[in-house]
């Protein structure tokens, strides 16, 4: 296996680095982020010169932009339209994020990063730099929506895992097919921050 191989799997690590020390060990939402976003981000910069800065801000298929941008933007109204029968404890989510250092004083600022800075670090990593095209489901597929699953098995009744962990990997592939047939970063971007927002603020709103 090539050295660049191996430096990107290990790369791919982080957020499960960071989900493990950030949220189990220390129970802080915004330290596990950092550690996952700090590894990435270096990553990212060392990786810059396989970047075109143009090509990034394109969108060269509007009907599928708009299609998907719609279709992520939902995800929030689905979780809070099933949120008796998703979360463990609705009622209590409140109290669940508050051990995990998100407060009523600083989850603006969490929610506001989370939809911005996230997405375009996870699409770059992910989907444009990790160059696994052409496969049914690839390594940064299954990497990108296995991690989550540390996160979510925190909030969500276990019979929903397997649920939310086809979902992620469905919302992956489809990403990655949007970048590798029409190269549209844009609408990388743009559907991913509408689906980070829209989970957030149907968490806030049953806070």
Same mark, same amino acid.
């Given at each position: 296996?090539?050295?660049?191989? /191996?430096?990107?799997?290990? $790369? &791919?690590?982080?957020?499960?680095?960071?989900?493990?020390?950030?949220?189990?060990?220390?129970?802080?939402?915004?330290?596990?982020?950092?550690?996952?976003?700090?590894?990435?981000? /270096?990553?990212?910069?060392?990786?810059?010169?396989?970047?075109?800065?143009?090509?990034?801000?394109?969108?060269? !298929?509007?009907?599928?932009?708009?299609?998907?941008?719609? =279709?992520? @933007?939902?995800?929030?109204?689905?979780?809070?339209? +099933?949120?008796?029968?998703?979360? =463990?404890?609705?009622?209590?989510?409140? =109290?669940?994020? %508050? &051990?995990?250092? +998100?407060? %009523?004083?600083?989850?603006?600022?969490?929610?506001?990063?989370?939809? =911005?800075? !996230?997405?375009? +670090?996870?699409?770059?990593?992910?989907?444009?730099?990790? !160059?696994? !095209?052409?496969?049914?489901?690839?390594?940064?597929?299954?990497?990108? @929506?296995?991690?989550?699953?540390? #996160?979510?098995? *925190?909030?969500?009744?276990?019979?929903?895992?397997? #649920?939310?962990?086809?979902? +992620?990997?469905? @919302?992956?592939?489809?990403?990655r097919y949007i970048y590798d047939k029409y190269n549209d970063s844009l609408t990388l971007f743009?559907?991913?921050?509408? &689906?980070?927002?829209?989970?957030?603020? &149907? $968490?806030?709103? *049953?806070?």
């Amino acid at each position: 296996m090539k050295k660049n191989n /191996i430096t990107k799997y290990i $790369v &791919a690590s982080a957020p499960y680095l960071g989900v493990l020390v950030g949220m189990y060990w220390f129970k802080n939402a915004f330290f596990a982020l950092l550690i996952y976003h700090f590894i990435i981000l /270096i990553y990212i910069l060392k990786k810059r010169k396989h970047l075109n800065i143009n090509d990034l801000f394109k969108i060269n !298929n509007k009907l599928i932009f708009i299609l998907f941008s719609i =279709t992520c @933007a939902l995800t929030g109204l689905i979780i809070y339209v +099933l949120k008796d029968f998703i979360f =463990t404890h609705p009622m209590e989510l409140k =109290t669940i994020l %508050q &051990a995990y250092g +998100l407060h %009523q004083h600083n989850i603006w600022i969490f929610i506001i990063y989370f939809s =911005t800075i !996230n997405p375009v +670090l996870e699409e770059l990593f992910w989907r444009i730099l990790f !160059n696994s !095209n052409n496969k049914i489901i690839s390594f940064s597929d299954i990497g990108y @929506a296995s991690y989550h699953i540390l #996160v979510v098995l *925190l909030f969500i009744k276990p019979e929903f895992v397997l #649920v939310t962990y086809i979902g +992620l990997l469905i @919302a992956a592939r489809i990403w990655r097919y949007i970048y590798d047939k029409y190269n549209d970063s844009l609408t990388l971007f743009i559907s991913h921050a509408l &689906a980070d927002l829209s989970v957030m603020l &149907a $968490v806030l709103y *049953l806070l």
